[in-house]
């Protein structure tokens, strides 16, 4: 099935935005989840785990810190992969100037839908564009 990223919409949350091509809930019978992943400069996600699913990072641009279990947290960059294995603790923090992109898979798949119920979580339909809106600086 070809999938296109203009026809699906986006998750979005404070730390970037998500967008899942390819998973259970929109495709019958796969068996796994992969998406793209947008960390904004200078952000990144709280500490969590996926206790029924591994999970695969690529990065396809940029540069962070990852942690994965009890690792110290050890830098990622463009080309760089990290697995995940199902129920450790990860987090992934943006370093760089620029979007920390990211293909995530999950497997089996469906761990994705667990974004909807973040306090921050809000979707954007399919063909609409995700702005994101920096914080304000406090003065000096």
Request: overall charge negative; cysteine-free; proline content about 9%.
């Amino acid at each position: 099935m070809h999938v296109e990223p203009e026809k699906t919409p986006t998750m979005v949350l404070d730390w970037g935005t998500l967008k899942w091509l390819v998973n259970p809930s929109t495709i019958e019978g796969t068996e796994t989840t992969v998406g793209e992943v947008i960390v904004y400069p200078g952000r990144g996600h709280a500490i969590h785990n996926h206790p029924n699913a591994q999970e695969v990072l690529y990065v396809i641009e940029g540069e962070g810190v990852q942690t994965v279990g009890d690792s110290d947290p050890f830098p990622i960059k463009t080309g760089d992969a990290v697995f995940v294995p199902r129920g450790v603790d990860h987090s992934t923090f943006n370093t760089g100037w620029r979007a920390l992109r990211l293909i995530v898979t999950y497997s089996p798949g469906g761990e994705e839908r667990n974004f909807r119920s973040l306090p921050d979580y809000e979707e954007v339909p399919a063909g609409i564009t995700p702005t994101w809106v920096r914080e304000a600086r406090p003065a000096e």
